[in-house]
């Protein structure tokens, strides 16, 4: 099966500065690749995707990036704010299968 | 639309009890699944379901049954509890194809003494 590894574990940075986690996946029949973001509690909440026909997503604040040569994916999130303080969680998923396979997941610290 | 609920929100069981843990949703999706998540370990597949009468076993089913009777209810049933069951469990639902945002619910938060 598809085995998804996420880095860092934790992170923190100033507010205001830009943070980067990257995972990497092994099976290449993977094309879908979602990030999701956990508030202390709460469930998990989709904020982006990115399907492998594209190599660049971006929604405001937060970008991804796929390399489907490299087999790996980063979230991109510029001028942290303090609200962004969670843990995020990378996934690959394939239209030819029915799993979703989740990285360990980075605890994003955003110091004001 | 109350999407995907789940309950109980806690519980406490003794080694050996069984229990159903309950996920129903109303947005007549396809894909359900149930997850457990540890500290440092992220989120692991229990089982999925692609349909009513459809299920399927996920990366750690062992100790977990489950079924699905109707499209908006998807229990999961631990048998016999043991200690390694503590975790928090969360449900989900996805339209099919599968390959699209999952939804979770609130989860279950289980202790097991």
């Known amino acids: 099966g598809e085995n998804v590894e996420q880095h860092p574990s934790t992170l923190s940075v100033q507010e205001g500065d830009s943070a980067v986690i990257k995972c990497t996946y092994s099976d290449s029949a993977s094309n879908y690749f979602p990030w999701y973001k956990q508030e202390l509690g709460k469930r998990p909440q989709l904020i982006i995707d990115i399907r492998s026909n594209v190599g660049e997503k971006k929604d405001q604040r937060i970008a991804v990036t796929l390399n489907k040569t490299a087999k790996h994916f980063s979230l991109h999130i510029t001028e942290t704010q303090p609200e962004d303080s969670a843990v995020y969680f990378c996934a690959a998923a394939s239209n030819t299968g029915n799993q979703f396979y989740f990285g360990t997941g980075t605890s994003l610290t955003v110091i004001p | 639309n109350a999407g995907v609920t789940q309950t109980p929100k806690f519980q406490v069981l003794k080694t050996g009890q069984s229990m159903t843990l309950q996920c129903a949703q109303d947005?007549?999706?396809?894909?359900m699944s149930w997850y457990r998540q540890d500290p440092g370990m992220g989120l692991r597949l229990i089982h999925y379901?692609?349909?009513?009468?459809?299920?399927d076993q996920g990366e750690v089913p062992n100790g977990y049954n489950v079924s699905r009777s109707t499209t908006e209810d998807f229990p999961l049933r631990l048998l016999s509890a043991a200690p390694s069951q503590t975790s928090v469990y969360f449900c989900?639902?996805?339209?099919?194809?599968?390959?699209?945002?999952?939804?979770f619910g609130p989860g279950t938060r289980l202790t097991v003494l």
């Open positions: 379901s692609v349909g009513a009468g459809i299920t």
């Open positions: 947005m007549n999706h396809e894909y």
């Open positions: 989900a639902s996805t339209p099919v194809p599968s390959y699209n945002e999952q939804f």
